[in-house]
């Protein structure tokens, strides 16, 4: 791919991401929301987060490197639900999740 190719394609999906980000903000600028489209955006990070672990855990070839390999990831999960049961924390789950899996990565 040529570079003025390239640079047409990174620009126009740069252009397009800036604007859906931006476009919200300026649109909703000085209203108040209700309380049902506040608590709705809540679920947001939860579900994109949810959706990020679940490609881990469910994937194809998640066994093929071993038994233990593919257990990694499901025993580091249920660590991570042990503490957002007891901190109900976003940022302690993904803390602790990314300590688990490396504490189980190296035994």
């Known amino acids: 791919m040529p570079v003025n190719e390239f640079l ?3 620009l126009s999906s740069w252009a397009a991401i800036a604007f859906f980000r ?3 903000a300026f649109a909703l600028r000085g209203r108040t929301l209700s309380p049902r489209v506040t608590e709705a955006l809540g679920y947001i990070p939860p579900a ?3 959706a990020l672990v679940a490609n881990d855990l469910i ?3 998640a066994f093929d ?3 233990w390999q593919g257990l990694i990831p499901w025993i580091a ?3 991570v639900v042990a503490v957002a049961i007891k901190t109900k924390s976003m940022l302690w789950c993904c803390v602790s999740g990314i300590v688990f899996y ?3 990565s190296f035994i």
Request: aromatic letters at 10%.
């Open 8 to 10: 047409v394609l990174w």
């Open 102 to 104: 490396i504490v189980l």
């Open 65 to 67: 490197a071993g038994l």
């Open 59 to 61: 994937s194809p070839g």
């Open 48 to 50: 994109a987060f949810a």
């Open 77 to 79: 999960a249920a660590g």
């Open 22 to 24: 931006i476009a919200p």
